[in-house]
Nanobody, 121 residues
Framework: QVRLVESGGGLVQAGGSLRLSCAAS????????MGWFRQAPGKEREFVAA?????LYADSVKDRFTISRDNAKNTVYLQMNNLKPEDTAIYHC?????????????????WGQGTQVTVSS
């Protein structure tokens, strides 16, 4: 059974930092591309970052967020610095089994339930 479990969300002031984690199981993590997406109220789910051996970022988070992975722990991370109120959203972890570095949510096979990030001004 595939599981993606996010943690690390919370309430933070603008300019602060958070580190999200996503623990994966039930598929071959090493081969998969891992991504982070976010969804704010009333908006579509949007791409944030993805990682295989390389990384890919949305322009809105480049130079503020860093995605990383630990294949020994089957875990992917999202370090978020200099947070802004517009970063407020539910953050979802996703896995793409074929290992393609992609920003398209339709390419991802598995999804976590998400963790809430709220940034106050």
């Amino acid at each position: 059974q595939v599981r993606l479990v996010e943690s690390g969300g919370g309430l933070v002031q603008a300019g602060g930092s958070l580190r999200l984690s996503c623990a994966a199981s039930g598929f071959t993590f090493t081969y998969a591309a891992m991504g982070w997406f976010r969804q704010a109220p009333g908006k579509e789910r949007e791409f944030v970052a993805a990682i295989t051996r390389g990384t890919l970022y949305a322009d809105s988070v480049k130079d503020r967020f860093t995605i990383s992975r630990d294949n020994a722990k089957n875990t992917v991370y999202l370090q978020m610095n200099n947070l802004k109120p517009e970063d407020t959203a539910i953050y979802h972890c996703a896995a793409e089994r074929a290992g393609a570095l992609t920003s398209s949510k339709s390419d991802y096979d598995y999804w976590g339930q998400g963790t809430q990030v709220t940034v106050s001004s």
